[in-house]
């Protein structure tokens, strides 16, 4: 009788143990997830639609993220709260990354969401190459001059005195058939289509100017101390990015309830220039994966800014810009 009761004793003791670590391990794989803070460089609207898809499907949540997206805009300083320590990564320009990083700010590219630049110049249909607006106005954002403006010069025999400032306005446009202006390739000739406007769309990106578009840029700290955090974000959107070509309802559903004032007319359009360019799908991104940066290209940008003046070669190297660990491990093909 005693040896039972001891036997008997034995089971509940190791009965409880059991149960103590399958709870502990319980406990561990429901760990909160944790925050990551993502700000892009404008208003929700469709060229950030991976990244809404993302959160809206409970990707970033599925890899132990708590992801918060905030807007950019004109008024947003991306890489001042970038700095500040109130983002992790950012939505950010290849070049404007290099100039960043010779103020001193920590930051480093890890991943792109568009293969080419989306910037585009709207011109009126008599305008047959690009080469050809030489002497007309061209309207251009202040951001322009320190990125794709003194490429244009160089390529196409522009100058400073052809430039006058662009008010995210298509109206001067619309009012003078001399002028030609900057755009997005999924925006302002939606606009000029509803306007009915006569024009043509000149993508730079496809003309060669070199870098990427929508590039993701982290602190170095959080790439340093949470590589793994890192990699989940990009795993999470490069997908969400593949599903929102698939079906973007989720995804617009957020951008929408972010930016009330985008209309199913506006994201429908885009996403299918999305598509139809390649821009998300296509060049590198066809057999390596959604959202890769490469050497190559990389390279490429980097010798065309310090042509250009927009880098200082003595002050950075490229080497210090990017890095291509996070898109090529586990990549997400079309």
Not at 99 to 128: C, E
Not at 147 to 154: I, V
Not at 170 to 195: K, N, T
């Amino acid at each position: 009788m005693h040896v039972k009761q001891k036997h008997h004793r034995w089971l509940t003791y190791s009965t409880l143990l059991v149960a103590l670590a399958i709870s502990g391990y319980t406990v561990a794989q429901s760990a909160p997830p944790i925050p990551f803070t993502f700000t892009t460089n404008w208003y929700a609207q469709a060229e950030h639609g991976g990244f809404y898809q993302a959160k809206a499907e409970g990707l970033y949540a599925e890899k132990g993220l708590a992801v918060t997206i905030r807007m950019g805009g004109p008024q947003i300083n991306s890489v001042q709260l970038l700095a500040a320590g109130r983002a992790h990564c950012i939505i950010h320009d290849d070049i404007g990354t290099m100039l960043a990083r010779t103020q001193g700010i920590p930051m480093t590219m890890v991943a792109s969401s568009f293969q080419f630049d989306p910037t585009v110049i709207i011109t009126h249909s008599d305008i047959n190459e690009l080469s050809e607006l030489k002497g007309r106005t061209v309207l251009i954002s202040s951001n322009a001059h320190s990125s794709w403006w003194p490429w244009a010069k160089s390529q196409y025999g522009f100058t400073d005195e052809m430039s006058r400032p662009y008010t995210f306005n298509i109206q001067p446009f619309m009012a003078d058939h001399s002028l030609a202006q900057q755009g997005y390739m999924s925006s302002e000739p939606f606009a000029m289509m509803q306007a009915g406007a006569d024009y043509k769309v000149f993508s730079l990106g496809q003309e060669g100017y070199p870098p990427y578009g929508n590039s993701i840029a982290c602190r170095d700290d959080v790439i340093a101390e949470h590589p793994e955090q890192v990699q989940a974000f990009v795993e999470a959107s490069m997908q969400g990015w593949k599903n929102y070509l698939a079906d973007s309802s989720a995804g617009n559903t957020l951008i929408q309830a972010e930016n009330p004032d985008m209309s199913d007319e506006q994201l429908a359009y885009a996403l299918e220039q999305l598509g139809a360019s390649g821009i998300l799908t296509g060049v590198d991104a066809q057999t390596q994966g959604i959202g890769v940066i490469t050497d190559v290209r990389m390279q490429g940008t980097w010798e065309m800014a310090v042509e250009n003046g927009l880098i200082e070669a003595d002050k950075l190297s490229l080497a210090e810009v990017y890095t291509t660990e996070f898109v090529t491990t586990n990549p997400v093909l079309p």
